[in-house]
């Protein structure tokens, strides 16, 4: 591929510090979407899996299949 008639710029380093700013920002905030998530899933898998055994004797295939969801989490 030619280069002819392209124009490569920078940006200034005022804002290259302002991006990475950002990106490290919105690296923590991802991080803590995805731990919360994880937390959340697991949490509502495991008192899913509490009420059910306290409400009646569950199911073998019951029990798996909530433990799946718990561990998936």
Same mark, same amino acid.
């Given at each position: @591929?030619?280069?002819?008639?392209? &124009? =490569? @710029? *920078?940006?200034? %380093?005022?804002?290259?510090?302002? #991006? +990475? =700013?950002? *990106?490290?920002?919105?690296?923590?905030?991802?991080? &803590?979407?995805? &731990?919360?998530? =994880?937390?959340?899933? %697991? #949490?509502? +898998?495991?008192?899913?899996? #509490?009420? +059910?055994?306290? +409400?009646? *004797?569950?199911? &073998?295939?019951?029990?798996?299949?909530? #433990? =799946?969801?718990?561990?998936? %989490?």
């Amino acid at each position: @591929m030619d280069n002819k008639g392209r &124009v =490569t @710029m *920078e940006l200034p %380093a005022q804002l290259q510090a302002k #991006f +990475a =700013t950002l *990106e490290r920002k919105l690296w923590w905030v991802d991080t &803590v979407l995805a &731990v919360s998530g =994880t937390l959340l899933g %697991a #949490f509502l +898998a495991f008192t899913l899996f #509490f009420v +059910a055994d306290l +409400a009646a *004797e569950t199911a &073998v295939g019951t029990r798996l299949a909530l #433990f =799946t969801l718990a561990a998936a %989490a």
